[in-house]
C-alpha cells in the first residue's frame, strides 16, 4: 500500500533553515507530481510547493517563494523540501502528499507529518 514517511522537523531558530524528507512506497514515485502541504495550529490545510513527476517544474506558495525549494530523486524514491530564512510563521506540521487514483478514484494520501517550530 501507498507509504509517505516524512522527516527532518525541528526546532531552529528565525532565520535558520532544515530540510524535510519523505520516504515513499507502494506506488511508482516517478509516475507522479508530489506536494507538500502544512497546517499550522487552528489553521487550514494549505499547499506549500508542488514538484511535477520528473522534477522539472515546480510551482511555490506565495509565503514561501524564494526561501524554500521542492526536490525529488526519483533512484530513491524520496521528496525533499529545503526550507531556508525560516521564519515564526512557518510553524506547522508538515506533510507529504501525493494524488494518484485508487479504484479509479483520484485520492490523496498522506503521510504522518513532521512538526517545523520556529522560536527564539
Known amino acids: 500500500q501507498v507509504q509517505l514517511v516524512e522527516s527532518g522537523g525541528g526546532l531552529v531558530q528565525p532565520g535558520g533553515s532544515l530540510r524535510l524528507s519523505c520516504a515513499a512506497s507502494?506506488?511508482?514515485?516517478?509516475?507522479?507530481?508530489m506536494n507538500w502541504y502544512r497546517q499550522a495550529l487552528g489553521k487550514e490545510r494549505e499547499l506549500v510547493a508542488r514538484?511535477?513527476?520528473?522534477?522539472?517544474?515546480?510551482a511555490y506558495a506565495d509565503s514561501v517563494k524564494g526561501r524554500f525549494t521542492i526536490s525529488r530523486d526519483n533512484a530513491k524514491n524520496t521528496l525533499h523540501l529545503q526550507m531556508n530564512s525560516l521564519k515564526p510563521e512557518d510553524t506547522a506540521v508538515y506533510y507529504c502528499?501525493?494524488?494518484?487514483?485508487?479504484?479509479?478514484?483520484?485520492?490523496?494520501?498522506w503521510g504522518q507529518g513532521t512538526q517545523v517550530i520556529v522560536s527564539s
Open positions: 514538484i511535477g513527476s520528473a522534477g522539472y517544474t515546480t
Open positions: 502528499n501525493v494524488l494518484r487514483p485508487r479504484n479509479g478514484v483520484m485520492t490523496d494520501y
Open positions: 507502494g506506488f511508482t514515485f516517478s509516475s507522479y507530481a
